[in-house]
């Protein structure tokens, strides 16, 4: 099984050329343009109004419970152990697999949280640099509030941490947009991501 890498990732991006170079870059090409591959624990459910499953970052605390999720691809709960109640089913596991921006597809068949050691699949700390500005509550709050609103499938809350002058945006994963978007409207260290599912190595 692959292990979980920091979240502080590097994204490589591939060069395009022409001519006999073509030939002798593919292969760096095109390990260069893989998509990443993103691991962690989270909840898989699918509730009854649906036909596909979902990663659900947090649920409503009824029975059965409720959430929203991000379709995932690839999932068969005949292959995995679950509960099911009133047409619901769900469990949590560890989970592996890529994001195209709108669903998360499946690289490696899904493990049963229990039968793994939970602590070998904790999210990363997240990291803290200098904000390059001193931003009020409400200014932090703003941010996050619109990472949230531009990012809705993969953001689902955040909100100001006062003590390191940053925003913290709660995420399921991040992705480079995600940290592209934060570095080009926002002061340099002004965002601080959590994410339940890690880029792994």
């Known amino acids: 099984m692959k292990r979980i890498a ?13 001519g006999a170079a073509d030939t002798t870059g593919a292969g ?4 260069a343009s893989d998509p990443l591959v993103y691991q ?16 659900c970052a947090f649920v409503a605390e009824s029975y059965p419970p409720q959430c929203e999720g991000l379709p995932v691809t690839g999932w068969e709960w005949d292959a995995v ?17 890529t994001f195209d921006g709108k669903q998360f597809a499946l690289t490696e ?16 700390a997240p990291e803290f640099g200098e904000p390059a500005e001193d931003l009020a509550a409400a200014e932090l709050t703003a ?27 709660d ?3 991040v992705t480079p947009e995600m ?9 340099a260290d002004a965002v601080v991501f959590t994410a339940v599912l890690q880029p792994v190595e």
Do not use: N
């Not at 962690?40 to 990663?55: E, K, M």
């Open 6 to 18: 920091p979240l502080a990732a590097v994204f490589a991006l591939a060069a395009c050329g022409q």
């Open 179 to 187: 940290e592209a978007y934060a570095a080009e409207h926002f002061p």
């Open 40 to 55: 962690g624990s989270v909840t898989v459910l699918q509730p009854t109004q649906r036909d596909s499953a979902g990663l």
């Open 81 to 97: 152990e679950h509960e099911e109640a009133e047409g619901v089913r769900w469990g949590t596991y560890v989970v592996t697999g």
């Open 109 to 124: 068949d899904p493990l049963l949280l229990s039968e793994v050691d939970p602590a070998d699949y904790q999210p990363a």
């Open 143 to 169: 941010i996050a509030d619109e990472m949230t609103a531009e990012f809705p499938a993969t953001v689902f809350g955040g909100g100001p941490d006062e003590a390191h002058g940053v925003a913290l945006v």
């Open 28 to 31: 760096d090409a095109d390990t």
């Open 171 to 173: 995420a399921l994963l």
